[in-house]
């Protein structure tokens, strides 16, 4: 191997190498979020909150998610829904791109008629509506359930008679702000509804009640969704703070761009296998890989003979010669097919074959065609078609 194609060939297997390390990258991202463990508004998961974003869809309601921090909480939110940040060390980290100035707008959107509901109690949240809850602030699954019952009959919350809630402790609110506790049992309240300005802002010291795997139990369907109606009676706007999940757009200029942004990533890698494939099928007909393989022998058919014998007539006007090359070709092709010596004459590949058939007679009649001087082109186009035809539609055996 020349030293330049030993070059080539290190450049190929590299440029290969980071194409399978990029692959295996993008395969390692190529998860989809409707199935992970977090209360995403679209979730599929026994932990996620598809089934309330459909049940709120169906009475009315659009449900949107928010994948930017609370300052950008577009002006069209009605209600906003935050479930608390996934138990892990990067849950934990995204509490970085929340401000002090995203705690003071979401003050404020809600002063101005805004509807929180709050199952998390972290530091992303105005003081306000912080409550001690005896808990870590963040999503834990829990084995130990409770019935929370009533503890006060507003006229929205009439038939509802328990709702089933993870046993998270019980919420102690800020004395300095007028809650309300809505539903608990005797060791305290489990969800506390509190005025604040124009808004309102709901508390719940559990999350799996709404999600999938707990929404159809007990009255929880039935006691959120009257809590909703009641505070948006003609409808409204639904966002969930998918945002704090994870699902998160920092800025303008990570938004997705073009097709490599809009692409999920199990059709990157697709692509990325198809751009290695490309690049090998290139090299691989550009640039050999070692020596090139012998190839096998061809054997034109009987046709070109006829076609060749006609064209050396036109030019040499020696149709004896030509016809006598042509059948020597067609004796050594038959004698090997028929297992005879390739010395064996004409005469004698004739008597090997079976007396009456079409191959023999066509033999035959070249055979006496050969000795004759006057041959014509036509006559020994003829008898080499017919020899064909006999090769083709009768196979000695």
Same mark, same amino acid.
């Given at each position: 191997?020349?030293?330049?194609?030993?070059?080539?060939?290190?450049?190929?297997?590299?440029?290969?190498?980071?194409?399978?390390?990029?692959?295996?990258?993008?395969?390692?991202?190529?998860?989809?979020?409707?199935?992970?463990?977090?209360?995403?508004?679209?979730?599929?998961?026994?932990?996620?909150?598809?089934?309330?974003?459909?049940?709120?869809?169906?009475?009315?309601?659009?449900?949107?998610?928010?994948?930017?921090?609370?300052?950008?909480?577009?002006?069209?939110?009605?209600?906003?829904?935050?479930?608390?940040?996934?138990?892990?060390?990067?849950?934990?980290?995204?509490?970085?791109?929340?401000?002090?100035?995203?705690?003071?707008?979401?003050?404020?959107?809600?002063?101005?008629?805004?509807?929180?509901?709050?199952?998390?109690?972290?530091?992303?949240?105005?003081?306000?509506?912080?409550?001690?809850?005896?808990?870590?602030?963040?999503?834990?699954?829990?084995?130990?359930?409770?019935?929370?019952?009533?503890?006060?009959?507003?006229?929205?919350?009439?038939?509802?008679?328990?709702?089933?809630?993870?046993?998270?402790?019980?919420?102690? #609110?800020? $004395?300095?702000? *007028?809650?309300? @506790?809505? +539903? &608990?049992?005797?060791?305290? !309240?489990?969800?506390? %509804?509190?005025?604040?300005?124009?808004?309102?802002?709901?508390?719940?010291?559990?999350?799996?009640?709404?999600?999938?795997?707990?929404?159809?139990?007990?009255?929880?369907?039935?006691?959120?969704?009257?809590?909703?109606?009641?505070?948006?009676?003609?409808?409204?706007?639904?966002?969930?703070?998918?945002?704090?999940?994870?699902?998160?757009?920092?800025?303008?200029?990570?938004?997705?761009?073009?097709?490599?942004?809009?692409?999920?990533?199990?059709?990157?890698?697709?692509?990325?296998?198809?751009?290695?494939?490309?690049?090998?099928?290139?090299?691989?007909?550009?640039?050999?890989?070692?020596? #090139?393989? $012998?190839?096998? *022998?061809?054997? @034109?058919? +009987? &046709?070109?003979?006829?076609? !060749?014998?006609?064209? %050396?007539?036109?030019?040499?006007?020696?149709?004896?010669?030509?016809?006598?090359?042509?059948?020597?070709?067609?004796?050594?092709?038959?004698?090997?097919?028929?297992?005879?010596?390739?010395?064996?004459?004409?005469?004698?590949?004739?008597?090997?074959?079976?007396?009456?058939?079409?191959?023999?007679?066509?033999?035959?009649?070249?055979?006496?065609?050969?000795?004759?001087?006057?041959?014509?082109?036509?006559?020994?186009?003829?008898?080499?078609?017919?020899?064909?035809?006999?090769?083709?539609?009768?196979?000695?055996?």
């Amino acid at each position: 191997m020349r030293k330049g194609e030993r070059w080539r060939l290190i450049g190929l297997v590299l440029l290969f190498a980071a194409l399978v390390t990029y692959m295996f990258r993008l395969a390692g991202e190529a998860y989809d979020r409707r199935f992970t463990p977090l209360p995403y508004s679209y979730g599929q998961h026994q932990y996620g909150a598809k089934g309330l974003a459909r049940l709120l869809e169906r009475n009315g309601y659009t449900v949107r998610s928010l994948k930017r921090t609370f300052v950008h909480l577009p002006d069209d939110a009605d209600m906003l829904i935050i479930f608390p940040l996934p138990a892990s060390v990067e849950g934990f980290s995204l509490t970085q791109f929340w401000t002090e100035e995203d705690a003071e707008y979401l003050d404020g959107w809600v002063q101005e008629g805004g509807v929180l509901v709050l199952m998390a109690n972290d530091s992303r949240l105005p003081e306000a509506f912080r409550t001690d809850r005896g808990r870590p602030p963040f999503a834990v699954p829990e084995r130990r359930f409770m019935n929370a019952t009533p503890l006060w009959n507003p006229d929205w919350m009439a038939g509802i008679r328990s709702v089933r809630m993870g046993d998270f402790g019980r919420l102690q #609110p800020n $004395p300095d702000y *007028p809650w309300v @506790p809505l +539903l &608990g049992d005797a060791g305290g !309240a489990t969800v506390a %509804l509190m005025r604040y300005g124009d808004g309102y802002v709901l508390e719940c010291a559990d999350w799996l009640w709404l999600t999938n795997g707990r929404l159809r139990e007990a009255d929880n369907a039935a006691f959120f969704l009257a809590f909703v109606k009641q505070v948006l009676p003609k409808g409204g706007v639904i966002y969930f703070d998918d945002a704090g999940l994870g699902d998160i757009i920092l800025d303008e200029e990570s938004a997705p761009r073009g097709f490599w942004g809009y692409a999920p990533p199990a059709l990157r890698v697709a692509f990325a296998h198809l751009v290695v494939l490309t690049a090998i099928v290139m090299i691989s007909l550009g640039r050999r890989f070692g020596l #090139p393989l $012998p190839e096998r *022998p061809r054997h @034109p058919p +009987l &046709g070109e003979y006829v076609d !060749a014998l006609a064209n %050396l007539y036109a030019s040499a006007r020696a149709v004896q010669p030509a016809f006598a090359t042509i059948l020597e070709d067609i004796r050594r092709r038959l004698c090997r097919q028929l297992g005879l010596p390739s010395g064996a004459t004409l005469l004698q590949l004739i008597q090997s074959l079976p007396p009456e058939t079409p191959l023999r007679e066509a033999l035959t009649e070249a055979h006496r065609a050969l000795q004759n001087p006057t041959l014509t082109e036509g006559e020994a186009i003829r008898i080499l078609r017919r020899i064909a035809e006999a090769q083709h539609s009768q196979r000695p055996d």
